[in-house]
């Protein structure tokens, strides 16, 4: 394939094809990537005629800088149907070479990119990346495979949990340098998105120190049981007040399955990151749609582009609504399981009221023991700490969930203003 395109191809070269940020890319292909349409922006900057690029491959452009392993992650997504982000360097026919970030999504038939020149430090750090990757590739001699799963464990040790998020950040920061390089104002929404990520990381913290602390008093109930058998006859009030907690701690853990979502596979912080991440990406992705239809019709306007490029505006139409409102059912989808969530923490709490106060029958029989009651010093201790920690830890993550709420209700596409409250309490979503 490559010796196909080499001959139309002159030497790379170390200069840039510039362009301008108001400019944007589109092209469609089909299943297999062969350009079908694109615009005149892609045509003019990629040096082609359309001759020579409707029917040919997209890698028509491909640049040998690229990491194999970015476009092994790209084909493996997209195939699956997600819509994909990646910054890609070109090459054009003349050998120049230009950067964009292209947002990559499954169509009937094919594909669609829409493509807008990066700005942003998140761009900085992917060309550093990409320049290491490439090293890597041709000095281990890594198949594409093994390129993608490199590069996904460096976006996990960065703190991504998948390429996805990776690429949800890298869009929205790009969106956001845009917005600054154009002297547009901030897009609100995006950015109370962006800010939902740390308060989640916090959130999950906390629910990790939850189930770390119900996890250290499972013993208590039989520690104490062991204490009451050297204390007094069988039966006695330790040994009751034991079982008594047994039975209140299983209640309680049963509780934390509600902290828990997917058959209690994922944290339900963990779950939620996920999906703020997706929504971060849809909201995203169609802003960029959108920008590319309003110039796509101001070009058609001035004749601008090839016969038949308004079938490719009703691409780009149906699919920039298509994310919004998959962005908003993400979100209305987040709302309604933080909600649960405070309920759930609440339940948890008036719980622990009750173990609190067969902690304090302990204390009051511990009392009347005298010193005999030295071996149950160390378990009521524990359980005073435990109480003390979890209070604070549930009071933490009440606050936090209603933080969540607000900034979920504050990126809300318009068009699902008023959907709220209306869907958390019929679970149903309508357009
Ligand atoms: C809609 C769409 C747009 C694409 N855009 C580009 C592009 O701009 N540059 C590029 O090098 N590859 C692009 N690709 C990926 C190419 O198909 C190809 O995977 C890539 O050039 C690497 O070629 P290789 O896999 O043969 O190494 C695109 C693919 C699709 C489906």
Not at 177 to 198: I, Q, V, Y
Not at 263 to 282: A, C, D, H, K, P
Not at 393 to 399: A, D, Q, V, Y
């Amino acid at each position: 394939m490559t010796l196909q395109y080499s001959d139309a191809h002159m030497a790379e070269k170390a200069d840039e094809a510039a362009f301008d940020i108001e400019e944007l890319f589109f092209s469609r292909t089909d299943a297999r990537g062969v350009i079908a349409a694109g615009n005149e922006v892609f045509r003019r900057i990629s040096g082609y005629s359309w001759d020579e690029l409707v029917g040919a491959p997209h890698k028509i452009i491909r640049h040998s800088d690229m990491p194999k392993g970015v476009f092994y992650i790209l084909w493996e997504r997209i195939k699956q149907g997600m819509a994909t982000g990646a910054y890609v360097k070109n090459r054009a026919k003349d050998g120049r070479y230009y950067w964009v970030y292209a947002v990559v999504s499954p169509i009937e038939g094919g594909f669609v990119s829409v493509r807008m020149k990066p700005t942003s430090a998140t761009f900085e750090g992917a060309k550093a990346a990409y320049k290491a990757f490439l090293k890597l590739e041709q000095s281990e001699g890594l198949s594409p495979e093994e390129s993608a799963a490199a590069i996904r464990a460096r976006l996990k040790d960065l703190g991504f949990p998948n390429y996805g998020a990776y690429s949800s950040y890298a869009i929205a920061q790009e969106m956001s340098a845009r917005d600054a390089a154009l002297s547009r104002m901030e897009d609100g929404r995006l950015r109370s998105l962006k800010e939902l990520l740390p308060t989640l990381v916090e959130l999950d913290k906390e629910q990790q120190a939850l189930f770390a602390a119900f996890a250290k008093i499972r013993g208590i109930p039989s520690n104490m049981r062991i204490v009451a058998s050297r204390l007094e006859p069988a039966g006695g009030p330790i040994s009751a007040i034991s079982q008594n907690y047994r039975l209140m701690s299983d209640e309680v853990t049963n509780h934390l399955g509600g902290f828990r979502v997917e058959n209690g596979t994922r944290s339900l912080s963990e779950s939620v990151m996920l999906r703020i991440y997706r929504g971060l990406f849809m909201m995203a992705a169609s802003r960029l749609q959108r920008e590319v239809k309003e110039v796509s019709m101001a070009a058609l306007g001035k004749h601008a582009e090839q016969d038949g490029f308004q079938t490719e505006v009703e691409i780009l139409t149906t699919m920039l609504d298509d994310y919004m409102i998959e962005s908003g059912s993400v979100l209305v989808s987040v709302f309604n399981d933080v909600t649960a969530l405070t309920r759930s923490a609440k339940d948890l709490r008036q719980l622990v009221t009750g173990l609190d106060s067969i902690r304090v029958l302990c204390r009051v029989e511990a009392g009347r023991l005298g010193a005999q009651s030295a071996s149950l010093m160390p378990v009521i201790n524990q359980l005073d700490t435990f109480h003390v920690e979890i209070d604070a830890t549930l009071e933490r993550i009440m606050s936090l969930a209603e933080r969540i709420k607000g900034l979920v209700e504050a990126a809300m596409p318009r068009t699902f203003n008023g959907s709220l409250h209306y869907h958390s309490a019929t679970g149903a979503l309508s357009r």
